[in-house]
């Protein structure tokens, strides 16, 4: 069956940096877009970044551009988020997505002095 499993949360003082993980299995992992999705207390979940199955093209919204960093590697079928520069307002559970439809168990990031 469909697993992701992330891993790489915790608490980071603001300006701090992380690398969240999500090793992917039970599918062709190189055949599929990956995404990172958060969400904030009391607040939607909202789309962070994406990789196309390839690993060539990325995507990321306004409010992560420029800190955070999307990549994948197709040998050890796992994605990952680098976040740095990271802001108060990053704090949020942080949720892998596989766009053959199923999400992971999600990782809590907290930004906090």
């Known amino acids: 069956q469909v697993q992701l499993v992330e891993s790489g949360g915790g608490l980071v003082q603001p300006g701090g940096s992380l690398r969240l993980s999500c090793a992917a299995s039970?599918?062709?992992?190189?055949?599929?877009?990956m995404s990172w999705y958060r969400q904030a207390p009391g607040k939607e979940r909202e789309l962070v970044a994406v990789?196309?199955?390839?690993?060539?093209?990325?995507n990321y919204a306004d409010s992560v551009k420029g800190r955070f960093t999307i990549s994948r590697d197709k040998a050890k079928n796992t994605v990952y988020l680098q976040m740095n520069s990271l802001k108060p307002e990053d704090t949020a559970v942080y949720y892998c997505?596989?766009?053959?439809?199923?999400w992971g168990q999600g990782t809590q990031v907290t930004v906090s002095s």
């Open positions: 990789i196309t199955s390839g690993g060539r093209s990325t």
């Open positions: 039970g599918f062709t992992f190189s055949s599929y877009a």
């Open positions: 997505y596989a766009w053959i439809g199923y």
